[in-house]
């Protein structure tokens, strides 16, 4: 899978400020249920250039997010192209997103174990957990 495939087609959650403690995990676009929320990149780690038109095509709080995220310096190119740096088996630019998945009791809306919606997640939802915060384990400092 390129880099815009990936963003396009796995990339579902930003940080942002919680209501319920901290910083939580929030959808961006709709979520169908059973969809892998923190699918790691396995392509190369690097720089790769999505065009403006393959920017366009994105959901606009996707195209939103990756814009407030990536702003390289003068080294790069003079073109309407947008670079974004993705890290072999690091979830789009978070190594540990899921630690920030809040408890929701009986409003969970992801699994702890698979890392997979459990129900349909509407834009602009939190991602909630029923087992409360990820402990910090070896398989969340990957």
Excluded at 16 to 34: E, V
Excluded at 70 to 75: A, I, L, V, Y
Excluded at 114 to 132: D, H
């Amino acid at each position: 899978m390129d880099a815009y495939g990936y963003i396009l087609n796995k990339i579902f959650v930003k940080l942002k400020p919680s209501r319920i403690s901290g910083i939580g995990a929030f959808a961006i676009k709709d979520i169908p249920i059973n969809i892998n929320l923190f699918e790691p990149w396995t392509g190369d780690t690097g720089t790769y250039s999505i065009t403006e038109d393959e920017m366009l095509s994105l959901p606009k709080e996707l195209y939103k997010h990756i814009k407030e995220v990536f702003t390289f310096g003068p080294d790069f190119p003079k073109n309407s192209d947008t670079y974004i740096y993705l890290i072999n088996g690091c979830h789009w630019i978070y190594t540990t997103p899921y630690y920030f998945v809040n408890s929701g009791g009986d409003k969970s809306n992801m699994d702890k174990d698979s890392l997979m919606s459990t129900s349909f997640i509407k834009q602009g939802s939190e991602i909630l957990s029923n087992y409360g915060r990820y402990e910090r384990t070896d398989r969340n400092l990957l």
